[in-house]
């Protein structure tokens, strides 16, 4: 049984660090049952601490007879600064401290949960006591409770001491066990006496209904059923290594019990490290060298099994603390085998960009890196949780904002892992971190090697810049950033966001100077140094820290500057992975939501730096990085090769064939629909096709039942609206002979090859001629786009060739 005893604490003015427990409601404290070998009893008040103080808390129990307190265990609720230490039970007083580790004063929930043995108390001892709780400063106030019987209830369990309240019974008392109720069959157990109006009953050796019974007889008796308790308490694993954890399976057939666990060779200490993070943590007892917890019918309890334990196997033991039910379980603790390495023993990535990092962790799921030391005047510290159990974590450092005060320039690449930095955590054993070798310098970080050092612990020595307990070395190389090239792309019309990935991006485009408006316009930057700088999420970080990329005309005439075409979120996004298109960046921009008009050129730039500004390291003062390509944009059509009466012919024939051409993006759904403009010869056509990565366009009809010499319209629609409306004319196929060219052969203006070839020539004045020949492909028979391996060497090659460099 529980008693909670509750109390409030007030920091008076100009005080701390005091417990005011004069606002106790005694007649709300619970009450401790005696005759029990454990019983708990729960005490809650406040306290409030200065930054980095602490606060010794005091419970004296001592006036409470003939029983003996076990242990005391101690939660805190309210904030994560505070920790509890030293604490003891001695000659019924429980003593533990409370200490504020944070910077400003705060205020914390303490429970105390205090664990007597109370099997030599008497009903004799029933009524009224109280406790004393004292902190520092403080005189102590007293809490009021109750010591009562532990009454019988409708089922008891084998083993609890147990009271029946006879006070309304006379005569002889007798415990007799019911044979059967219905006949009021009973079978003698044994006289007992009452004290205090009670009974008191050792249900060591009982299993089934009994009652207690005077001169009433039967129907005046005090009926209760003893029932044995069952119990088993399981390893989940049979071995486990140090410093991982094992889950222990209690299983029952009561809902809510005390589990005494001890085991041989594990004193106290070692037995509060493994359970005391558990959340059924109740209390340790020092002098019987065991643990407290609570449990139910299904519970489990995660152990943790820290270096402090020596290897070797362990015998536990299990013991319901009131009743006969217990087990044992043995569990193995193997030397851990802790391995951590990284990777690869040289990491190199350009200033600005992000670096990824992989270490690879055995038989442990926590690591620290250390990135730099005194060579480069920087030092940095992250910890690494493997949170998915893959055996690894890989993290980014971002050699932009890495320094960065403000910025946390860690994260990991898997969701499921987790990367914190802990550089104002390091714990320095020898010497100081000067201020040059705080993790933060005045600029941004330069290029040189950065020692990267893997370690257990983040213990550092600043005399010897050592890490200690290092498990593995290796080298961040840290090189010069350039500005490379861009050019420009199409895809199909739809939202700038719309591409799930920088993979599908890259299979649904076609590299074009010109762009229908309604579709997609894409930009390719070929720059290093600038991952770290450009955020993915973030457009406006496009137009941030010295980078900027932007769309203006090409020409806006004597007299005027050039205008330049704002954008946001809403109409453009940015598509960037470093492991499909390495040093690249895309931006999609939806034409149809941008101010551009058709039939005008404009410019699309990337620039790093700005002349006359000094704005980013990585550029000196008076220069910038400048790369720009030209494109035009149009308005959606379709190209339709007509014959010298402006028709254009289609064969009768099951599979007749219509081609032509648009400057859509390759990909793009559009509708071709023959139409018959007699009213003697009605019929109806209609096909829906891709564009293919040149834009061309080839569809089939059956017009085998249509006469030759029928006139029909012929519409092409795509993009939302009419790309072309031309008249038509169905004709027969002649056989050519080697003399004779027939003149109803139907015209076609393209011809359709597995590689088409695209040019984009760009010839500045002060520059030479600069031509991109790429050969795009098709996949599924009609639409457009790159395998990723194929269009990142496309893209790569492309680099330099379409792009001017003013």
Request: aromatic share 6%; net charge negative; proline share 2%.
């Amino acid at each position: 049984m529980a008693a909670l005893v509750v109390m409030s604490v007030f920091a008076g003015v100009g005080t701390v660090s005091a417990i005011d427990a004069s606002t106790v409601d005694a007649d709300s404290a619970e009450n401790v049952a005696v005759g029990q070998d454990t019983a708990t009893q729960k005490v809650t008040f406040e306290t409030t601490l200065d930054g980095d103080e602490s606060e010794q808390i005091t419970i004296n129990t001592d006036n409470i007879p003939n029983s003996d307190l076990l242990a005391v265990g101690v939660t805190l609720d309210g904030s994560e600064n505070f920790s509890v230490s030293d604490k003891s039970v001695d000659d019924g007083v429980a003593e533990f401290t409370v200490q504020n580790n944070g910077d400003d004063q705060e205020t914390v929930t303490v429970t105390a949960t205090l664990v007597y043995d109370t099997s030599e108390a008497q009903l004799d001892d029933l009524g009224e006591y109280n406790l004393t709780v004292d902190g520092d400063g403080t005189d102590g106030e007293l809490a009021s409770f109750n010591l009562t019987a532990n009454e019988v209830g409708s089922v008891n369990f084998q083993g609890e001491t147990v009271h029946a309240d006879v006070s309304s019974l006379s005569g002889d008392l007798v415990l007799r066990e019911v044979v059967d109720r219905s006949s009021e069959d009973t079978r003698f157990i044994s006289q007992v006496n009452a004290e205090n109006g009670y009974v008191e009953i050792d249900t060591d050796d009982l299993d089934g209904d009994y009652i207690v019974m005077g001169d009433g007889g039967f129907d005046n008796g005090v009926e209760f059923e003893i029932a044995e308790q069952r119990f088993s308490a399981n390893w989940d694993e049979d071995s486990v290594t140090q410093n991982d954890a094992v889950d222990l399976e209690l299983e029952s057939s009561r809902g809510d019990y005390i589990v005494e666990v001890s085991a041989d060779g594990l004193d106290a200490d070692e037995l509060e490290t493994m359970f005391g993070d558990a959340s059924q943590y109740v209390a340790t007892n020092e002098e019987d060298d065991s643990v407290y917890l609570n449990a139910g019918t299904d519970t489990t309890v995660t152990a943790d099994v820290t270096d402090d334990i020596d290897a070797g196997e362990y015998d536990f033991d299990f013991q319901v603390t009131d009743t006969t039910a217990s087990d044992s379980d043995t569990l193995e603790i193997g030397e851990e085998n802790r391995n951590i390495d990284f990777s690869q023993s040289t990491y190199t990535e350009e200033v600005g960009d992000l670096a990824e990092i992989t270490v690879q962790m055995e038989d442990t799921d926590q690591a620290y890196v250390f990135v730099g030391g005194e060579d480069v005047n920087y030092l940095e510290a992250v910890r690494l949780s493997d949170e998915d159990d893959d055996g690894e974590v890989t993290f980014s450092f971002n050699t932009f904002t890495g320094s960065d005060e403000s910025a946390d320039p860690f994260e990991v690449v898997s969701e499921d892992d987790e990367a914190e930095m802990v550089t104002s955590d390091i714990d320095v054993t020898e010497g100081e971190i000067g201020d040059n070798l705080d993790g933060k310098v005045s600029n941004l970080l330069e290029s040189g090697d950065y020692d990267l050092r893997v370690s257990t612990s983040l213990q550092y020595n600043a005399d010897e810049d050592e890490v200690e307990d290092e498990q593995d070395v290796a080298v961040l190389d840290l090189v010069g950033r350039s500005t490379n090239g861009i050019s420009t792309w199409t895809a199909p019309s739809g939202s700038a966001d719309g591409f799930d990935d920088t993979e599908e991006l890259l299979e649904s485009v076609g590299q074009s100077d010109t762009v229908a408006l309604g579709d997609r316009l894409v930009v390719r930057v070929n720059a290093s140094g600038v991952s770290g700088i450009i955020d993915e999420d973030d457009i406006d970080s496009l137009q941030q820290n010295g980078v900027y990329l932007g769309i203006e005309e090409s020409d806006a005439g004597a007299n005027a500057d050039e205008e330049s075409i704002p954008f946001d979120g809403g109409n453009a996004a940015i598509y960037r992975d470093e492991s499909v298109a390495e040093n690249q960046f895309f931006v999609v921009f939806e034409t149809d939501q941008l101010d551009l008009d058709e039939d005008a050129e404009y410019e699309a730039y990337f620039r790093v730096g700005e002349e006359g500004e000094d704005v980013i390291d990585y550029v000196d003062e008076d220069e910038e990085e400048r790369v720009s390509t030209a494109f035009t944009v149009e308005e959606p059509d379709a190209t339709l090769d007509l014959n010298d009466d402006d028709q254009y012919e289609v064969v009768r024939s099951e599979e007749a064939t219509v081609q032509f051409d648009t400057n859509l993006a390759g990909g793009s759904e559009v509708s071709v629909r023959l139409r018959s403009s007699e009213s003697n010869s009605a019929f109806l056509l209609s096909n829906t096709v891709e564009t293919t990565a040149n834009g061309s366009v080839t569809t089939t009809f059956d017009t085998s039942d249509i006469d030759a010499g029928t006139e029909f319209d012929i519409n092409v629609r795509g993009g939302g609206e009419d790309l072309a409306n031309e008249d038509g004319i169905i004709i027969n196929v002649t056989t050519p002979t080697p003399s004779d060219t027939p003149m109803d052969t139907p015209m076609t203006t393209d011809t359709v090859t597995d590689t088409p070839t695209d040019t984009a020539t760009d010839t500045p004045t002060d520059t030479p001629t600069e031509t991109t020949t790429t050969a795009p492909t098709t996949t599924g028979g009609s639409t457009p786009g790159f395998g990723v391996v194929v269009a990142v060497t496309a893209l790569l090659a492309a680099a330099l060739l379409a792009t001017r460099r003013d």
